[in-house]
């Protein structure tokens, strides 16, 4: 950036000597209006060149800027690519409602950063998703809060079978229904959200039969 300053400056300090001294020699010169004109046409020409060579500096940096943003995405993709891996993994894997929030927004935000770089020109390969990534991941997560649900359900049925007091169970119950509405708050906007929501209203209906039968 300096070296294009630095140019520029140059290049305003060698216009105004180039046109001091024609105007100079417009003045006190002898020589016919031809060689004037001669002159004149030395000046833009030498105005044309400085021009140029400041494009070619411009390229040239360009091409430099280039290749120290390849240096850095070298050093900077291996861990956008693991915690975008990482993360995928773990939405497919863990039993943890908080993980899965979490790490879905890991997914889109590595994602948008590939893309980013792809869109400047960087040598990455992206694998697309013919719905589009974000609408996958999306699809995906909706998937995965149902089954953390029904896994926290099934987990929610063992632990207050072995429970004695009612206090205890109580708390159970209300834990498990905090889990639900913060499931169906955490869907994502896709096409198969409705149908999580009503796999999502089966699974409080059961806690509240549950319920009941404990309350009587």
């Known amino acids: 950036m300096w070296i294009g300053i630095f140019l520029i400056v140059m290049f305003v300090i060698a216009i105004i000597i180039i046109v001091s001294y024609a105007i100079s020699n417009s003045k006190y ?9 001669k002159d004149i046409n030395g000046v833009m020409k030498d105005l044309i060149n400085i021009k140029n060579g400041i494009a070619n500096v411009k390229e ?3 091409a430099i800027q280039r290749l120290i943003d390849i240096e850095a995405l070298k050093v ?11 993360s995928i993994k773990l939405i497919e894997t863990t039993n943890n409602i908080d993980v899965l929030i979490s790490r879905h927004k890991d ?13 400047k020109g960087m040598p990455i390969r992206l694998q697309q998703e013919p719905c589009g990534f974000s609408v996958a991941a999306n699809r995906v997560a909706n998937f995965h809060i149902v089954r953390i649900a029904n896994y926290q ?3 929610f049925k063992t632990e ?6 009612y206090k205890a169970i109580e708390k159970r119950f209300i834990n498990m229904f905090e889990l639900i509405e ?8 896709h096409e198969n ?3 999580a929501l009503d796999e999502l209203n089966d699974i409080r209906f059961k806690v509240e039969v549950l319920f009941q039968d404990y309350k009587q």
Request: charged share 30%; with cysteine.
């Open 160 to 165: 207050i079978s072995m429970l004695k007091s």
């Open 182 to 189: 913060k499931c169906e708050s955490s869907l994502k906007h």
């Open 76 to 86: 900077e993709y291996p861990s956008h690519e693991r915690i975008l891996n990482d």
């Open 107 to 119: 997914v889109i935000n590595e994602w948008t950063w590939m893309e980013e770089q792809y869109q």
């Open 153 to 155: 359900f099934n987990k």
């Open 60 to 62: 040239g940096n360009a």
């Open 29 to 37: 010169s002898d020589a016919s209006f031809d060689n004037k004109g």
């Open 193 to 195: 959200k409705f149908e």
